[in-house]
């Protein structure tokens, strides 16, 4: 460690660069961001990814042209649709009848749907009239669906069906005609050599100036109200009666040279152009360019938008999906930023950020791109920001600097030995003051004919502060992560009058091993103590019971900010949002990888919300609309009921109409609930009138109910979404049908021969009744204890079934609470350590889709007869947790041991288990009075979500540090 005349000559010498070193003036107009994207590849669809067209139909799903033929997509899983010949799925087309047209090699067709749910291809060679050699198409390039019917577009073809396929008509085709285009069912195309046409009845004629595109390529057309777009290959055109002419302001000039090659409208009036080397250009209603953003190397071969708004680049290497427009961007390593993002600032016509590696200053240049410069070369921690009109406050790891406005030079305002000031607060009470909160000092700046200096400095005494708010002109509050809140009162001039420490005495229970966080809300303070939280109602603290302290799942990291775009309440893993003059609560759910973990919310001096997380920072700008999402639709996707043998399911109606659907006695079922978004994270809950009294609590999509005794049912399902959306209720109506033996005439012969058998009985009785007395009663006294033996053995086959899991015969999760209660007090008396084994099966869901549930079942079933044998059961417990899901409770052995035990476990699995493989998450420690057991698995369950993210098939360590003994 330096010494302290060492460190005051480095903070010296960096006051001395950073005044001789003023930065240059920069732009009115802030870095441009990234759009929020997400990328899918090949693991997540299961499929090459040779990607050629985008659709989307009336209930949102999405379909993809595709090298192995149709993906189509709900949000939550993909389904491949395979063609004939397992051939390729050139265009696709949504007709006005809502079917999908597919345009294939030597095939075009749609796509159709039982009345079970399940969708397949179906082709239309035959209803076109086509036989023999003519079926023989070739490459069926496009297919375009107008109010009429469907044309298909193929090698040396073009071929019409009518929806009702009552007209059909072919029409040949030179080799230069090029792409068609639809507008008010006429049909235009380019013809090579020729120039832009129409197409009338197989004739092709040229449009009034359509020779400029004789040799120049036509990436696409917008149909307008009398007129046509066209977007060329160098900029925009307008084409109409009297001719084609460029559109004013060289509009679309950014376009020469990008090998422009899809065009897609978009729900705002502007659209979108991508290009073979990867970028987007969006251009705005008035056609000028809005955004323009590189989506990487690979070449885009599609475009297409979904029902909420999400924009769809189909790639040479993967699927990507945008908000495009969207008031949110990004701005993370692609535009300077370096470590991770601590704070940020709008000051002097540039945004400023505070990362790990220093302050990084972001501008745009002429043409809009982001450029990042670092002015102050600092490569340890800066820490926070403020802007004023006067000069930028920058606290960083060794004190406290300002720019000056006026001049563009740095100054020192205070420095300490490696004391860092980590939080600025501007007082909103003083004018011309300003608070800031280091390691060991609350610093006091005050603004001094446009210069701020520092006015005072008080030491904390021993206190960790955080979270500084200030409640009035004299009085400011800051949390303590070693104790209570503390209250301070000021003099004028800064200066501490009185310091208060609040506890017990004031309402409040404070958790020793974390301390207090504050926020202020509606100029009330909220204190938050471990899990607890308090609000001060003036004179003592109360629980607080309400939220935003109830809507987090971690409310020790919850703060809350108020902007004028609304309050936000935040914690790492979840953003919540009240608009300004709600007063309901509402999640952000932004869909994208680069939105996850939220650290540091703010509204900026230029009128932007920007949000700091993990990869980066978001931007909000609300001048920009949110684009308008469709409904949901809540359904069935699929019915089955399943056998008592275990053969093949029985597929259903996937809707019940005015009569239930009949069900054979004894059958499961199986419901999958069918909702389209693209926002991910989909719950559903269910009402099983006749047998459920309650809703049930919200799961995934997929419902199994055992056999039921005869009877009518009404299932009713609602669902939610991330973003908190929802849908529903919709009804399912169904009848169990009675065996065959509680059929009435069975019972009516049934009767008869009881009847008959009793009367023989009675008579038989009556006539031995005394010399059978005897026999009688020891048959009586045999039969009771014959009973009493059946009923403990009943007994103690119903206490292992209710420990049991069925399908596996291993413990269930019931057994797993039970043990691990024992264990933990057990582990808790004697200091001994406790761990945990979260086993989850990898894309154990696909192998479902891939061979069904069935095959499913029997590989879960080997895979837990592998686990039994992989454990010692005298002194350790296995059990199926839910699901693909099992767990391994290991009493007396530490975190390390638990780890090799993992690691022998998956490379078993791996090496056995040929069909798939096992993710693991590992926690363990010694239990604490102040724990709670469930905790242990929670902690497991968190690493096992690591592993999986990281690739599966591998063991994660909860990364956590032991709780306090």
Same mark, same amino acid.
């Given at each position: ?18 005044a ?20 899918y ?25 595709n090298?192995?033929?149709?993906l ?26 809502n079917?999908? /047209?597919?345009?294939? /090699? ?25 036989s023999?050699?003519?079926?023989d ?24 069906l ?52 004789a ?70 209603k ?27 680049a ?64 600092i490569?340890?921690e ?32 205070f ?33 001094v ?118 309050? /936000? ?33 703010r ?7 920007r ?55 004894? /059958? ?14 989909l ?22 109910v ?21 849908a ?22 049934f009767?008869?021969v009881?009847?008959v ?8 009785f ?12 020891r ?30 015969g291993?413990n ?33 869901k ?120």
């Open positions: 460690m330096r010494s302290l005349p060492g460190r005051f000559l480095v903070a010296l010498s960096l006051v001395l660069s950073l001789l070193c003023p930065l240059p003036d920069a732009r009115a107009d802030g870095p441009s961001g990234m759009p929020l994207l997400r990328r590849l090949p693991e997540d669809y299961n499929a090459t990814p040779q990607q050629l067209a985008i659709a989307t139909d009336r209930e949102g799903r999405l379909y993809v042209g090298g192995e033929g149709v189509r997509y709900d949000g939550d899983a993909w389904t491949l649709i395979t063609l004939p010949g397992k051939t390729i799925a050139r265009d696709l087309a949504i007709g006005r009848d079917h999908v /047209y597919v345009a294939s /090699y030597d095939s075009f067709g749609w796509l159709q749907t039982s009345d079970d749910g399940q969708m397949r291809y179906e082709e239309l060679l035959t209803a076109g009239g086509l023999g050699r003519d079926r198409v070739g490459i069926v390039w496009d297919v375009h669906a107008t109010s009429e019917g469907v044309y298909f577009r193929a090698e040396k073809n073009l071929h019409f009518s929806y009702d396929r009552r007209r059909v008509r072919h029409w040949p085709l030179a080799e230069n005609v090029r792409s068609f285009y639809v507008q008010d069912d006429a049909l235009y195309a380019r013809v090579a050599g020729l120039g832009f046409c129409r197409f009338e009845d197989g004739r092709f004629t040229l449009e009034p100036g359509g020779a400029l595109f040799d120049k390529p036509l990436p696409g057309m917008i149909p307008k109200p009398g007129w046509r777009l066209l977007v060329g290959d160098d900029g925009l055109y307008r084409a109409d009666a009297r001719g084609i002419a460029r559109l004013p302001n060289n509009a679309g000039s950014e376009l020469a040279g990008t090998r422009a090659y899809e065009v897609l409208p978009l729900a705002d009036d502007s659209f979108v152009v991508g290009t073979l080397e990867g970028e987007v250009f969006r251009y705005a008035d056609y000028h360019l809005a955004e323009r953003v590189n989506l990487g190397s690979y070449g885009i071969q599609a475009l297409g938008a979904d029902s909420e708004g999400g924009l769809w189909a790639t040479e290497g993967d699927l990507v999906r945008m908000a495009l427009p969207s008031p949110w961007s990004f701005l993370g390593s692609d535009q300077g930023l370096r470590g991770t993002v601590t704070d940020f600032e709008w000051f002097d016509g540039a945004l400023w950020v505070a990362t790990t590696r220093g302050f990084i200053r972001l501008t745009a240049d002429a043409a809009g791109r982001t450029q990042a410069d670092i002015p102050h070369h490569d340890y800066a820490y926070t920001l403020v802007g004023t009109d006067s000069g930028l406050l920058m606290g960083f790891r060794n004190g406290l600097m300002v720019r000056d406005k006026d001049d563009g030079k740095t100054r020192i305002l420095t300490g030995a490696q004391e860092g000031v980590f939080e600025i607060r501007l007082s909103s009470k003083v004018a011309g003051r300003a608070y800031g909160l280091s390691e060991e000092n609350l610093l006091v700046l005050q603004n004919d446009g210069h701020w200096k520092l006015a005072q400095s008080t030491p904390l005494d021993g206190a960790s502060a955080a979270t500084l708010v200030e409640t009035a002109a004299d009085q400011i509050w800051f949390g303590d992560s070693r104790g209570g809140p503390q209250r301070w009162t000021l003099d004028a001039a800064g200066k501490r009058l009185r310091a208060e420490v609040f506890g017990a005495n004031d309402g409040l229970a404070i958790d020793a091993n974390s301390g207090s966080s504050l926020y202020l809300l509606e100029g009330q303070v909220h204190v938050i103590t471990g899990e607890r939280g308090y609000r001060f109602d003036g004179k003592r603290f109360v629980a607080d019971t309400g939220p935003p302290f109830t809507l987090v799942d971690r409310p020790n990291e919850l703060d809350v900010v108020e902007t004028p775009v609304g309050t /936000y309440a935040y914690s790492s893993r979840q953003l919540w949002l009240r608009p300004v003059g709600a007063s309901e609560w509402k999640a952000v759910n932004l869909g994208s990888q680069r939105a996850a973990g939220f650290t540091r919310v509204f900026n001096r230029d009128g932007k919300l949000v700091a997380t993990w990869s980066g920072l978001l931007q909000f700008d609300a001048s920009q609309k949110e684009p308008t999402q469709a409904p949901l639709r809540l359904g069935f996707e699929s019915v089955s009921a399943e056998r008592p043998d275990g053969q093949e399911p029985l597929r259903l109606p996937i809707v019940s109409e005015e009569q239930p659907v009949e069900i054979p006695a004894g /059958y499961r079922l199986h419901f999958r609930y069918s909702l389209v978004s693209m926002e991910g994270g719950q559903f809950r269910y009402l099983l009138h006749g047998l459920t009294e309650q809703w049930s609590d919200w799961t995934d999509r997929d419902l199994y055992r056999a039921l005794t005869p009877g009518d049912y009404v299932l009713e399902v609602e669902a939610r979404t991330r973003g908190g959306r929802t529903g209720p919709v009804s399912y109506r169904y009848r169990v049908l009675p065996e065959w033996y509680m059929r009435w005439w069975v019972l009516t012969i009767g008869l009881v009847l058998a009793a009367a023989f009985v009675v008579q038989e009556i006539r031995r009744r005394t010399q059978r007395y005897r026999e009688a009663n048959k009586l006294e045999a039969r009771i204890a014959e009973r009493t033996s059946e009923l403990e053995e009943v007994n103690r086959k119903l206490a292992e079934l209710a420990t049991e899991d069925a399908l596996t291993v269930n999760r019931r057994a797993l609470e039970q043990g691990l209660q024992r264990e933990w007090f057990r582990c808790l008396d004697q200091r001994r350590p406790l761990a945990v084994l979260m086993i989850d099966v990898d894309h154990f696909r192998y479902n889709d891939a061979h069904g549930h069935l095959e499913g079942d029997v590989l879960l079933r080997r895979i837990a007869q592998r686990l039994i044998a992989l454990h010692d059961p005298k002194r350790e417990l296995m059990a199926r947790y839910g699901g693909e899901e099992f767990a391994l409770l290991l009493p007396g052995v530490h975190l390390d041991e638990a780890l090799r035990r993992a690691e022998a476990i998956r490379a078993a699995m791996h090496a056995e288990v040929t069909e798939t493989t096992v993710s693991i998450g590992v926690a363990g420690f010694v239990p604490s009075v102040q724990g709670e057991p469930n905790s242990l698995l929670r902690r497991a369950d968190a690493a096992l979500y690591r592993a999986k993210r990281a690739g599966r098939n591998r063991v994660e360590a909860d990364a956590d540090p032991p709780p306090p003994r």
